[in-house]
């Protein structure tokens, strides 16, 4: 038996990354997985794939009714889709550089949120939402500031949510993702003017020296997931190999 079974899950950003990793994970765990995201092709060995804009209500809200019809209600949702944007200071960002990054890891997160709660209160059904957050949204560098700016927003997100909906048997918990080898890290690392260098640094930045494995991630979601953690709600779970402990 596994942690998940009898659950069914949504995964955002489940076709590459830490995404891919966590809807492997929960699959093997005994959950019904489905993955939303904006490539052609899902992850092997899920239940359910469907490309989807995230930042775009009316797909949002027919993916996750499809869902219900072909899985039954979704009552764990694991928003991992982002991207790293621009990595261009505030002074030279553009107004389509904020509305781009900020749409896909804000509004997608909260969209995608609030149609899955919706269907866990018109049910009565308890829930578990984890967010993808970040050392990024925890303390300030000086790169990629903008996306800065969307994982402290996924935070208060997910602790607003973690009161609100408490008593309704929704967790909300997020993840504070530190340097993890997925494609998102070279994209930041081309969108930063320090190149290269700029991966060294975040892994010399580290106490671990070394960057996480996806799936060194997904075994923390796993747990949120689960009903393991049925006491643990509004936390920020650092998995960042000691980074904000400094």
Same mark, same amino acid.
């Given at each position: 038996?596994?942690?998940? !079974?009898?659950?069914?899950?949504?995964?955002?950003?489940?076709?590459?990354?830490?995404?891919?990793?966590?809807?492997? @994970? $929960?699959?093997?765990?005994?959950? /019904? =997985?489905?993955? $939303?995201?904006?490539?052609? !092709?899902?992850?092997?060995? #899920?239940?359910?794939?469907? /490309?989807?804009?995230?930042?775009?209500?009316?797909?949002?809200?027919?993916? =996750?009714?499809?869902?219900? *019809?072909?899985?039954?209600?979704?009552?764990?949702?694991?928003?991992?889709?982002? #991207?790293?944007?621009?990595?261009?200071?505030?002074? *030279?960002?553009?107004?389509? %550089?904020?509305? +781009?990054?900020?749409?896909?890891?804000?509004?997608?997160?909260?969209?995608?949120? /609030?149609?899955?709660?919706?269907? @866990? @209160?018109?049910?009565?059904?308890?829930?578990?939402?984890?967010?993808?957050?970040?050392?990024?949204?925890?303390?300030?560098?000086?790169?990629?500031?903008?996306?800065?700016?969307?994982?402290?927003?996924?935070?208060?997100?997910?602790?607003?949510?973690?009161?609100? &909906?408490?008593?309704?048997? #929704?967790?909300?918990?997020?993840?504070?993702?530190?340097?993890? +080898?997925? %494609?998102?890290?070279?994209?930041?690392?081309?969108?930063?003017? *320090?190149?290269?260098? &700029?991966?060294?640094?975040?892994?010399?930045?580290?106490?671990?020296?070394?960057?996480? *494995?996806?799936?060194?991630?997904?075994?923390?979601?796993?747990?949120?997931?689960? %009903?393991?953690?049925?006491?643990?709600?509004?936390? %920020? #779970?650092?998995?960042?190999?000691? &980074?904000?402990?400094?």
């Amino acid at each position: 038996m596994g942690i998940l !079974d009898g659950k069914t899950a949504i995964v955002t950003g489940g076709a590459g990354g830490v995404g891919s990793a966590v809807a492997s @994970l $929960f699959a093997q765990e005994g959950a /019904k =997985v489905a993955v $939303f995201d904006m490539k052609e !092709d899902g992850p092997q060995g #899920i239940d359910f794939y469907r /490309k989807v804009d995230i930042t775009d209500e009316g797909a949002v809200r027919a993916a =996750v009714a499809t869902v219900v *019809e072909v899985l039954g209600l979704p009552d764990v949702l694991v928003n991992a889709a982002a #991207i790293a944007g621009t990595g261009a200071p505030t002074h *030279e960002a553009t107004s389509e %550089d904020f509305d +781009r990054v900020f749409a896909i890891n804000v509004k997608g997160t909260f969209l995608c949120t /609030k149609h899955v709660i919706a269907g @866990l @209160l018109a049910t009565g059904r308890p829930g578990s939402i984890v967010n993808i957050s970040s050392t990024y949204g925890v303390v300030g560098n000086a790169d990629i500031p903008l996306y800065h700016g969307t994982k402290a927003a996924v935070r208060l997100l997910s602790k607003c949510d973690a009161v609100t &909906y408490a008593e309704k048997g #929704i967790r909300s918990n997020a993840i504070i993702l530190g340097s993890t +080898r997925t %494609d998102m890290t070279v994209a930041a690392m081309k969108a930063s003017p *320090e190149g290269e260098a &700029y991966v060294r640094n975040l892994i010399a930045a580290h106490p671990m020296k070394r960057q996480a *494995e996806p799936v060194e991630i997904a075994r923390v979601i796993a747990f949120l997931a689960s %009903d393991l953690a049925s006491f643990v709600t509004g936390a %920020d #779970i650092p998995v960042d190999g000691g &980074y904000t402990a400094q």
